[in-house]
């Protein structure tokens, strides 16, 4: 296809594979459909509102967002059911409560006495009804506060004190990344969902109704078994995956719904270097797999196809250069990219090199002209 | 400053201290002047036209980019004599020949005969006369041919003969970015030049014109002792230098005029956690100090006031989240970081982080108001 119009796009450029991001959404939200549960996407992966209408029943649909210029642009797109899942720094409170004006349904995240005594604050002298979530700590990965904290119910009473509403609790595996069996993947959902429906109720019995109760992360929402009284699950990179998860045990290669589309600009013959013009700038610096089972360097090499090429690894990136290493394992040779050849490369982790592309190619195996989706950037 | 102004600009965001990179350019500036040569500043870093009026003097300043969509973004800006020092991909001619075509001296770079053929054909068929370079290469690093090679008379000939101008010869000292001694990068720099001499005074011997040769990175552009026959002199991170750049012993921490400005949103008091706002989309993934003397995890952390806070450590980030630990060595608690508080981080890579935002805020020592730059995105 893109022999056919060397030109545009130009290289590199971000390329979505329609047809394995539809699969990719449908696994997962007919897998959690059975287990009597829904799922907030989370949208920071691909930022794109072009991508979200196929995350998104409708305009009401609830959704995870990782910043608010994300929020801004999602409300503009007419979603109004948006989770900002980081915890909430006082001063961005304006921007939440501007969005809550235009009708949209925002909720914020916190897990201490100074966050909620600011929403308190705020609430009350600007009339401002927030809708709170308070983050549960289920691994010691990250924020949150232990299910059994005294704390919680102390949180709990601040938030409502002030006027605004206690929604729900939020967990995050997220040392579920770390797992390197499918057990330990259960054992991380099932700790998840507990920590969580503790602290739920907890809560419940101490009369809030705190109606959500909110877990997820992308390998855990795969391996969950049982999701009683878990409204909702959150993920996002599951829509295209990518070589971490692959790792993780979470898809195949062949699930990777994103890659890179690459050219050749040159060669170190006596090295067996290929040059590409694909270098940190469009793959990004992040190397996930280092530590994994299989370390894929800056990504998997593949044909234009997107057939992987074994024995071909990226072990240095410049801003715009990609140095390709042929191994001993590697059944080519330079000559086989010869300049103007094209590759294609699938990333470490999907949401760090999505976000150095401003907008995405998307094709599907219908063969039809490709759509361009647009990125939100910023914050 | 900003405490004045807790919504505006919202964390994370990018600063610029102008007074600091105004210096930092005089600097390096006037080193190249007093050695008898020029400098070719590479905007890759900032991608700014706001920037680059610091640079450049003049429309027809000699100038280094990386990507065509930064040469057509300084060619709508009128600066009009760029060298695109990535290897050619010969479907990028078009693009290259409209810039040609608007008035813009475009340099093309390129290291082999499938390249140099691709130009000529193009340049035939089209009526085109490019302008090219041929890399050379001194030290290993990546791509360009030796100097003595029996394929530079060869490439200089294709290109002539094709109706295209050998503009001139251009070395990257690449791998002076691993020394460890100001020796070290000294014996760099002499290496650089020495190559493009050699490679120089062979082609004028055969009666090419071959009128520029063109050296340069960071560390060897400050420590080069003798630019003798050297026209020009490429560096580009040494506007605002950064942590790799103080490691190498090219700059001090004071002299870093980059950083981001993010805010506090929690704590992990057990683990001595302090969570901000800034992961590695605000910070980058780049970890360049990780194999250096001094491993700063992801940047440097400082008070609002840039003032390097001891003992303090962000050695995980995620895409919204930077974790900073309080070491043994810190002087501080995490209480010393209320909710709210803001913090500055010096990056390790500032082409790499001033990559992940659209924008930055530039102050001076002056007090006056903040200017925004904004930065040319995309390929």
Known sequence: MFAECPEAPDTPFLLIDKSKYLRNIERLYSRVAALGSNVRPHLKTLRSTDAARYLLRDARSPATISTLAEAEAFA???????????????????????????GVEMHILLDSEQQALAVAEYGQQNGVAFSVFIEIDCDGHRGGIPPHSEALPELARIIEDGGSRLTGLLAHAGESYQCRTDDEIRAAAKAECGAIRIAGYRLR?????????????????????????????????????????????????????ISVVSTVIGHNRDKGWVFIDAGWMALSRDRGTANQSQDYGYGMVCSPNGDPLEGLI?????????????????????????????????????????AMHQHYHVVDESGSAPEIWPRIMGW
């Open 76 to 102: 503009a797109a007419g979603y109004s059911n948006l989770l900002y899942a980081v915890g909430i720094a006082p001063h961005k409170l304006p921007r939440v409560a501007r969005l809550m004006q235009q």
């Open 205 to 257: 019995a101490l009369g809030f109704a705190c109606p959500i109760l909110s877990v997820g992360a992308t390998p855990t929402a795969h391996f969950a078994e049982d999701l009683t009284d878990i409204t909702e699950v959150r993920a996002g990179v599951f829509t295209t995956f990518d070589l971490v998860m692959k790792n993780i045990g979470v898809c195949r290669i062949e699930d990777i719904a």
């Open 314 to 354: 990226i072990n240095t990136t410049n801003q715009e250069h990609g140095i390709i290493e042929l191994t001993q394992q590697a059944s080519f040779t330079v000559d086989d990219f010869p300049v103007g050849s094209r590759v294609r490369i699938l990333p470490n982790h999907a949401c760090a090199t999505a």
